[in-house]
């Protein structure tokens, strides 16, 4: 498959690395070395499909650009639009043309995610009371010093987009009543603190963080026979997962824990999960985007509402 990167910052050079041989080129306004400065410059039969790694604002423009092309897209998170419509169009037109909009959300992909969504759908721990999800990282400062990036909700498009997506993937859905609980602007105009969840059907926290002393992911989920745990990513290893069994009446539970100390898979699985897509001509996640963007404008909304 030919595949285009376009844009070349943190996220396209990576994506590019994976990639490989696959690159046929590059699209960046901006960086030097570049082979075209916009999409409209790459020919039409030079490629197969486009990495897009590029800001949020312009995505549904070249997505839809993209489509009308018939060129498959894998898309870095989140997919998102002041106009529900705007998405709910990209659905349609992949569907029309034969072709995948994938928005990409690798943590999908991380080993011990599909270890607690098996443990989950297993009913191991039967009936779930609870669930807390903590996505942190250092990045507060970076982000600040970013032209487009520290404005309007700040890291909950940013992490939170990606806890949302894992809450659809292990849970099959979050909270009816899923609200803001605490929403800061510690060091950043943008918000770089958030704290959200709801509790019905079950008690589900998400907090996410540009300002933890290190990078770290944390996953609790608790329900009447246990209780399964997810300590770190592959990325910032060694990351654990560890599933407890309650004794009854009481007791201390029985603990039985998988350690991983390896290099990021998540990246190469998701790029061979895209390219098997397309060869397919269908698996786009639109419908995905869809849910994640109205939340995410539901949640945005509660707490810009609450800064003024």
Avoid at 31 to 41: H, L, M, T
């Amino acid at each position: 498959m030919r595949v285009i990167v376009v844009g070349l910052g943190i996220q396209g050079n990576k994506r590019k690395q994976i990639a490989g041989a696959d690159v046929v080129a590059t699209v960046d306004p901006l960086v030097p070395g570049a082979d075209y400065r916009s999409i409209e410059e790459a020919p039409a039969d030079s490629y197969d499909a486009a990495l897009l790694c590029i800001p949020d604002d312009p995505k549904v423009r070249l997505v839809r650009f993209l489509l009308e092309h018939k060129k498959n897209i894998l898309l870095e998170k989140p997919l998102i639009s002041e106009n529900q419509s705007d998405l709910e169009e990209i659905a349609v037109l992949a569907k029309r043309e034969g072709v995948v909009c994938y928005t990409a959300y690798n943590h999908r992909f991380e080993p011990h995610f599909i270890r607690l969504k098996e443990t989950v759908a297993s009913s191991i721990l039967g009936k779930i009371y609870r669930a807390r999800f903590f996505y942190g990282n250092g990045t507060a400062r970076d982000v600040r010093n970013s032209q487009w990036r520290d404005k309007g909700a700040g890291v909950l498009p940013d992490l939170g987009s990606h806890l949302l997506d894992l809450i659809l993937f292990i849970f099959g859905g979050w909270p009816d009543d899923l609200k803001i609980w605490n929403a800061q602007c510690f060091e950043n105009k943008a918000f770089d603190h958030i704290i959200c969840g709801g509790t019905s059907p079950i008690h589900i926290e998400l907090e996410m963080s540009l300002l933890s002393w290190r990078n770290h992911f944390v996953a609790e989920v608790y329900g009447e026979n246990g209780s399964a745990h997810i300590d770190s990513l592959c990325k910032w290893g060694p990351s654990t997962f560890t599933l407890r069994k309650r004794i009854f009446p009481s007791g201390r539970p029985t603990e039985e824990s998988i350690t991983l100390v390896q290099a990021d898979p998540t990246w190469g699985l998701e790029y061979e999960h895209f390219k098997k897509l397309c060869v397919c001509g269908e698996g786009s996640n639109v419908d995905n985007d869809l849910l994640i963007n109205k939340m995410l404008h539901i949640l945005s909304s509660e707490a810009l509402d609450g800064k003024e």
